[in-house]
C-alpha cells in the first residue's frame, strides 16, 4: 500500500452515489444468490456460523459464495473467495495511518469500499453460478453497522440481492436480564439502522438452550422474576425496556444455534426463507419507493431550475427591451434587478398606481406610457410567450397600431406628448435628450397618478 494519507471520503461518496442509482432487484425474476450478513458482537460466533453454513450449504449441493470483510482477523476456518485481507495488510494500515485497531479496521474497510463496485462486477458476472453469498463482518459491530463503508456495502448488496441481516448473539451474555437487554437493544438498533429482514441467531445452544431468552421477549412476568434478586435501579429499567420492545419482538425471527455442532440448521434456514419472503414483500417495495421519491425530487428541483432560468432570460429580455424603448430609462432601475418592480417610472411605489398588484404578473408593457391606465387585468400571452396580464379594454392602444402590430415606442410618446400638449422628444436616445421635455412629461405623469390615487 503506497497511499500515506487517510483516504478521504470523497470516493466512498461516490460509491454511496452509485449504490443510489443501483437497479432495485425484480422480485421473481432470473436467478440471484440470497446474501446473509453476518453481523453480531466480538466473539458471538459469526465466523464458526459461516463455516457451519457455508458447509451445511454445500452438504444441500448448494453453490456458496464466501466474502471476509474483518481485516483484523487472523485466521478464517472457511475458504473466503473474497477476502478483505488479499487486498489490505492491516497492520500496514496501522503503521501507514498511525492508527489503532479500531481506526485501522475502520480505514481498512473504507479503503476496501473504495472497490466494492469491483467485487460487485464480480458477483454480477458469477450470479448464474452461486445460490448464497454469506458475507463475514469486523467483530467491532458499530465500525461495520454505523459507519459509512458498512452501510454502502451493505446496501451495494441488498439492493441487488435478496439479503437477510443475521445477527449472532452469545448466549452466555444473555443469561444475565442485563445483559440481555444490552443486547435486544443492539439488535434494534442494528435493525432500525439497516431496515432489512432479520434473523437472530442465539449461538451457543450447545452450552445452554436459547429457550430462557424466548421467555423473556415473550412473557413480561418471567423477565421480572428474573429480575426478582435484582434491587438496583437497572432492574426497573430493564423492566420498562423490555414493554418498549414488546412490538419490536412481535416482529423478530430468532432461533437457537450452534455454530459449533450444527444443531438447530433446519430451523435456521426455515427463518432464512421466511425473512427473504419479507425481502420481497416488505424491504423491496420500500426500497422501489425511496427510488421513485428521489427521482420525484430530483424532478422537482429540475423543475425549478428551469423555472428559475426561464424567469431570469424574461427578465433579461424585459431589460433589453426597456433599454431599447426608453432612452431616459428610469436612474432608479436596479441594474441586477431580477423582475419589474412596479416602478417604472421611477415614481415612489406608495403613489404607483399598480403598485397594489402582485410583482411577478406584470410585465413593463403593462406599464407603457402609451396606456390609458385601468385597474382591472386580464391574462394574455404575450409577445415573447410569457403569460403575463393586460389592462382589459383598449387601455393599451397607445402602445399598439390600428392592425394590432406593435408600433414604435418613440410615435407612442410622441403622440403622448402631443395629446398632453408638450414639444416633441430628442429622437437622438441621448440621456440629455429633450431634458425639459422628458421632466415636464413625467412631471404630468406623476400627476395623473397621484389624482388617480386621490380618486381611489
Ligand atoms: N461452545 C460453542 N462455542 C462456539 C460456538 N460458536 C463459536 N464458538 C466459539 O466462540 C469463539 C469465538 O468464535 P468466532 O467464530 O471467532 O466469533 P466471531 O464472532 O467471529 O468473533 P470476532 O471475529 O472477534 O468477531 C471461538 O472460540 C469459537 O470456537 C458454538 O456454537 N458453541
New binding site residues.
Given amino acids: 500500500m503506497s497511499e500515506q494519507s487517510i483516504p478521504d471520503q470523497t470516493a466512498v461518496q461516490q460509491l454511496a452515489a452509485a449504490v443510489e442509482a443501483a437497479s432495485v432487484p425484480a422480485s421473481g425474476s432470473a436467478h440471484k444468490p440470497k446474501v446473509l450478513m453476518m453481523v453480531?458482537?466480538?466473539?458471538?460466533?459469526?465466523?464458526?456460523?459461516v463455516q457451519r453454513l457455508a458447509a451445511e450449504l454445500a452438504a444441500q449441493k448448494k453453490r456458496v459464495y464466501t466474502i471476509n470483510l474483518?481485516p483484523a482477523?487472523a485466521q478464517i476456518p472457511y475458504f473466503a473467495n473474497i477476502d478483505i485481507r488479499d487486498t489490505i495488510t492491516f497492520k500496514d494500515v496501522m503503521t501507514q495511518f498511525k492508527l489503532g485497531p479500531n481506526g485501522a479496521i475502520m480505514t481498512a474497510l473504507n479503503l476496501f469500499t473504495t472497490k466494492f463496485d469491483q467485487v460487485m462486477e464480480y458477483l454480477e458476472k458469477s450470479a448464474s453460478e452461486i445460490d448464497y453469498i454469506i458475507v463475514?463482518t469486523?467483530?467491532q459491530i458499530e465500525v461495520f453497522t454505523w459507519s459509512a463503508s458498512g452501510t454502502i456495502i451493505t446496501e451495494f448488496l441488498a439492493h441487488s440481492y435478496p439479503t437477510s441481516l443475521i445477527y449472532?448473539v452469545d448466549l452466555m451474555r444473555c443469561l444475565n436480564a442485563t445483559t440481555f437487554m444490552s443486547n435486544m437493544l443492539m439488535s434494534c438498533s442494528i435493525l432500525y439502522k439497516t431496515q432489512l429482514p432479520y434473523i437472530i441467531a442465539f449461538?451457543?445452544?450447545?452450552?445452554t438452550s436459547h429457550e430462557f431468552a424466548i421467555e423473556w421477549m415473550t412473557d413480561p412476568d418471567a423477565l421480572s422474576d428474573a429480575l426478582e434478586r435484582d434491587t438496583t435501579y437497572m432492574a426497573s429499567y430493564v423492566r420498562s425496556m423490555a414493554l418498549v420492545l414488546e412490538e419490536f419482538y412481535e416482529h423478530l425471527r430468532c432461533v437457537g444455534?450452534?455454530?459449533?455442532?450444527g444443531s438447530g440448521m433446519d430451523e435456521f434456514f426455515e427463518a432464512l426463507d421466511e425473512s427473504l419472503v419479507d425481502y420481497d414483500t416488505k424491504y423491496l417495495p420500500m426500497l422501489e419507493e425511496l427510488k421513485a421519491e428521489r427521482l420525484r425530487n430530483e424532478e422537482a428541483k429540475r423543475q425549478a431550475l428551469l423555472a428559475k432560468y426561464q424567469r431570469d432570460m424574461a427578465a433579461e429580455r424585459r431589460k433589453q427591451r426597456q433599454a431599447e424603448r426608453n432612452p431616459w430609462d428610469s436612474p432608479h432601475a436596479s441594474d441586477d434587478e431580477d423582475e419589474d418592480d412596479g416602478d417604472t417610472f421611477g415614481m415612489d411605489s406608495a403613489i404607483d398606481p399598480f403598485a397594489e398588484h402582485e410583482e411577478d404578473s406584470y410585465d413593463e408593457d403593462d406599464f407603457d406610457i402609451g396606456g390609458q391606465y385601468s385597474d382591472q387585468f386580464e391574462s394574455s400571452d404575450e409577445e415573447d410567450g410569457e403569460g403575463g396580464f393586460l389592462p382589459t379594454g383598449a387601455t393599451m392602444s397607445g402602445a399598439m397600431g390600428a392592425t394590432g402590430t406593435p408600433r414604435r415606442h418613440e410615435d407612442t410618446l410622441a403622440a403622448d406628448l402631443a395629446r398632453l400638449g408638450l414639444g416633441p422628444l430628442n429622437s437622438s436616445r441621448s440621456p440629455g435628450g429633450d431634458a425639459a421635455s422628458t421632466s415636464a412629461y413625467l412631471q404630468v405623469l406623476e400627476g395623473m397618478s397621484r389624482s388617480k390615487v386621490s380618486d381611489e
Fill in positions: 453480531g458482537m466480538a466473539g458471538s460466533g459469526k465466523t464458526t456460523l474483518d482477523v463475514d469486523p467483530g449472532t449461538n451457543k445452544a450447545d452450552i444455534v450452534s455454530a459449533l455442532v
